[in-house]
């Protein structure tokens, strides 16, 4: 079985989990998860993981507003991300950034609160969990501007996107998507970086690897994307799983 499982970014949060959340979280460290990262998107689902994290030894969370859940908030209720930032086991801002897929509010907005959040994580002196879909332009420009230290996750972009955010001293967030049969992207992402950068993460309960692509995914399914991966870089999947853990310790100052 494998060991040393840290998984950079879910959200056990989701309703997909109601039906079995406890005993699923209670079993996961016998499957070899040492650590789970359960991100925030608005102050409901930050709250929800604020618990789960005092409840469970091993799971840690993340405060902040996605971009597709800003319509009920304005700039001012960052100030209530920030309290929930000063938990001892809140270990970033997040999930924050840019979708120009769903485009849930205007582009504008959207920069705005991903700006305004990344200000915030460098005023507390944390890192960022980074959502950048279809808006990679706009999502260099801002970290650009602010460099924050912190993960861009489900990385999507270019080998050469890769390397500029591992330039700002960043990390890469793969996930199942590198499992899947058109995953060059993710592959290419994986050889351009140093291996310190690199981190795994499910973003459960979605995109679960192959050969469970299509059903709920959860932290104890990352050795698949591991043995993927491990396959490209040369590396067994174990071994990557003690890279990319001591990755994340650093990435979440753990």
Partial sequence: MYQNIFDTHSHYDDEQFNDDRDSLLAALPSRGVIAAVSCGCDLN???TNKKLAEK???????????????ESFSIDDLEKIKKYARHEKCVAIGEIGLDY????????????????????ANELDMPVIVHDREAHADTLDILKEYR??????CFSGSAETAKEIVKMGM???LNGVATFKNARKSIEAAKAVPIERLVLETDCPYLAPVPHRGKRNDSSFIPFIAER??????????????????????LYEL
Wanted: charged share 20%.
């Fill in 45 to 47: 689902s930050t709250e």
């Fill in 101 to 120: 897929h769903w485009m849930a509010s205007p582009k504008e907005t959207q920069k705005e609160f991903f700006a305004a959040q990344c200000e915030l």
């Fill in 148 to 153: 924050p230290k912190g993960v861009l996750h």
């Fill in 56 to 70: 469970y030894e091993y799971i840690y969370f993340a405060a902040g507003f996605h971009p597709e859940n800003l």
């Fill in 229 to 250: 991966l491990g396959e490209e870089l040369g590396l067994s999947a174990q071994e990557l799983l003690d890279i990319t853990a001591q990755n994340a310790k650093r």
């Fill in 171 to 173: 990390y890469i967030g």
